[in-house]
């Protein structure tokens, strides 16, 4: 039998901690989700001042990279250079600012992150994973 790393409340702490220190740093507002593996929430956190849309948008950006397992530019870069099909893909936000968590080469989880320039974005759910 196989045994994996799983995030941990602890671990979700963590990384949330540093993607919203790397948000003040910048004076950014925005929201942060953290998902495991099969892109189910485990922790949240939006900012003072995010929108309920920046909610939700940091949640599909998180469960697109969870369950892909590819960061959410992948998709993103692929409809721009014209493989607008990947629009119809079930559960796929082709938006920067998600990012898988791998760890040993597998997935435990993902971050997404929304509320500015969507590289900014992916900017600050780099900064919670490498804490890890």
């Known amino acids: 039998m196989k045994t994996r790393a799983v995030l941990t409340q602890e671990d979700c702490a963590k990384v949330c901690a540093a993607a919203e220190a790397e948000a003040r740093r910048n004076n950014w507002i ?3 989700a953290i998902l495991d593996d099969g892109g189910h929430l485990l922790h949240f956190s939006r900012m003072d001042g995010a929108t309920p849309a920046n909610a939700a948008i940091a949640v ?9 397992r590819r960061p959410t530019k992948h998709w993103e870069d692929r409809i721009a250079a014209g493989r607008t099909v990947l629009m119809k893909m079930p559960g796929i936000l082709p938006v920067q600012g998600g990012l898988p968590i ?3 080469g597998h997935c435990i989880g993902a971050v997404g992150v929304s509320g500015v320039q969507s590289h900014e974005d992916e900017r600050i759910a780099q900064a919670g994973i490498s804490t890890l």
């Open 102 to 104: 791998m760890i040993d």
């Open 60 to 68: 599909e950006k998180g469960r697109t990279a969870a369950l892909s």
């Open 30 to 32: 925005v929201a942060i």
